[in-house]
C-alpha cells in the first residue's frame, strides 16, 4: 500500500510525452534482430546485460556489497541467495544462447562492479589454481561461460599505477582459472577501436550496430579514427598520490540504426592537463560521444556526475540509473537533467531502486518530475533495425520477470532542441 501510494502520488510529475502501456506479462522473450539492455536489479550493486541483434551477448559488471552498509537497498528477489546467483539466474532466463556469454567486460575495479571478498561467510573455491573467493563476477562464472574478458588492466596491471587491490587479485585468480579451464580469451581493451566486442552469430545481417571504445584508464578517443589523448600522462603529479578509480572506467557507445545508447561504468572526477589545470574526464568523454537516446548515469548518479556539460553533450531522452544505496538518487544531479534536456519536454530517470522517502523529501522539487517512481529491473528493447525502441520495469521481487510497466515505443535518434 505504501509503494502504490508513492506511485499514485508521483505520476502527477510525470511528463505527458513519456507514455506508457499497459505491461504484457512476462516481459516479451529476445528475437532476432532485436538489441535488449538489461539493467539488472540486485540492490547489491551494478550489473547490465546486453543481447545483440544477431543474439551475441555481453555482461558488463556483476557486483556484490556488504549488507552492512547503512542506507542500502533491500536485496533482490530476498535474502535467499547472493546477487552473482541471482544475475546467473536471470542470465539463465534471457540469455538466447543459455549458460554461454560471449563477452564479460569489467568497466572498473571496484567491488560493487566485481564483488567484494571482505563479506563474510563467503564460500572459497579449495581445488582450484589459484583458489577465490566466490561472489559477484565470480559467483555468476560458477555456471556461465565467457568467450572473452575485457578489463581495464591486462595485460600488465599495472597503469596508470600498479594495482594492488586483494579483490582484483581474486578476479585474476578467477580469470586464469577459467583461461585454463574453459577456454576464456582476455584481450587488451583498445580505446577508440570501433567494434572491439562485435556480434559473432551473424554479423553480417546487422550492418547498422556497432559499438565504439570511448575511454579507458583516462585515456579518451578524440573522435577521429583511432586517435587518443592519455590524460593520465599529460600531468606527472596525475600518477602521484591518491588515485580515483572512477577516472579510469571503460566506456562505450553502441549504436543501432538510428539508436543510440552510452555506458560508462562510475566515470567521474578529474585530472589535471598539460599546464596544471584540472579537466572533468566524463565532460569530455560526453562531448567525443554525443547524442544518445539513452545513457546510463555515471556512478550510479551519484554526487560529482552528470554535470550540466555533460547533460547537453549526451542530450539523452532517458537515463537509467543502477541506484543500490539512498544517495543514488541525488538532488543536484537530478536538477542537472531536469534543466539540461534540450529536446521537447522533460528527460526521465529509471532506476532499479526509488526509496520512500525521496517522495517525502523531495517531492515539491520542480525535478523530481524527472525520476519515474516506477522500479526494478530496467530493460530496454530496442526493434530490428534500431528505428524505435521500449523499456520495461520488470519486477525484481521475484523470478518471473513480471513487467510493471512498459514505456512507448519512442522514436530512436529524436534530440529536438527546446
Known sequence: MIRQSIISASLMFVSASLAWAEPINPLPAWSEGEMEFHMICTGRGESLFLIMPDGTSALIDAGDWNDAWDEITPAMPDSRFRSGEYIKRYILKVNPNADKVDYLMVSHFHNDHTGDTTIGGLPKTKD????????????????????????????????????KDPDVDNLRAFLCNQARDNGLVQEEFTVGKLNQMKM???????????????????EIWTGTGENTIKWYDLNKKNKSGGQNENTKSL???????PFALFTGGDLTGGVL??????VNLEDITGKVCGPVDIAKLNHHGYRGSTSAEYVKSVDARHYLDPAWDYWHIQPSV???IYEGGQYTGYPMVFSTHVFYNHRKEFGKEPWFRVVNPEYGHVIVKVSKGGESYRIFIVDATDEEMNVIKEFGPFKSGTHHKK
Do not use: W
Open 128 to 163: 582450484k589454481d589459484p583458489n577465490y573467493v566466490i561472489c559477484g563476477i565470480m559467483e555468476v562464472g560458477q555456471d556461465i561461460k565467457f568467450g572473452k574478458e575485457f578489463d581495464r588492466g591486462y595485460p600488465l596491471y599495472d597503469y596508470p599505477v600498479p594495482i
Open 334 to 336: 537530478m536538477k542537472n
Open 200 to 218: 559473432t552469430h551473424n554479423p553480417s545481417a546487422y550492418t547498422s550496430f556497432s559499438i565504439r571504445n570511448l575511454a579507458k584508464n583516462g
Open 251 to 257: 566506456a562505450l557507445r553502441i549504436e543501432y540504426g
Open 273 to 278: 592537463d598539460a599546464k596544471g589545470n584540472r
